[in-house]
């Protein structure tokens, strides 16, 4: 089993960034692929973003093509997703996730997920 903490969450004007974190403990931080997911209120969960343990393959969902960006520091055993060009539809809750595959909009099941960090993005 994987811990996951994330943090980097908060209130942001529309326009601006944030990078979000995510530090993991616990089994081998290189051996398994790692991503984003978001849920906004009343809304369903979104698979945002994921990269494989190498850090080839990264995926993004279309809405933050181009403003996203998904990495992972193995020698920190860190996750990050750093956010620009932010937009009040970006707002939710962001949950770190390990232990799955993907294959474009695909995923299985994550067998490890963080607490997640509020992101607000204010008009």
């Known amino acids: 089993q994987v811990q996951l903490v994330e943090s980097g969450g908060g209130l942001v004007q529309a326009g601006g960034s944030l990078r979000l974190s995510c530090a993991a403990s616990g089994r081998t931080f290189s051996r398994y692929s790692m991503g984003w997911f978001r849920q906004a209120p009343g809304k369903e969960r979104e698979f945002v973003a994921a990269?494989?343990?190498?850090?080839?393959?990264?995926y993004y969902i279309d809405s933050v093509k181009g403003r996203f960006t998904i990495s992972r520091d193995s020698a920190k055993n860190t996750l990050y997703l750093q956010m620009n060009s932010l937009k009040p539809e970006d707002t939710a809750l962001y949950y770190c996730?390990?232990?799955?595959?993907?294959?474009?909009?695909?995923?299985?099941?994550?067998?490890?997920w963080g607490q997640g960090t509020q992101v607000t993005v204010s008009s």
């Open positions: 996730a390990a232990d799955f595959a993907y294959a474009g909009t695909w995923y299985s099941n994550p067998r490890s």
């Open positions: 990269i494989t343990w190498s850090g080839a393959n990264p």
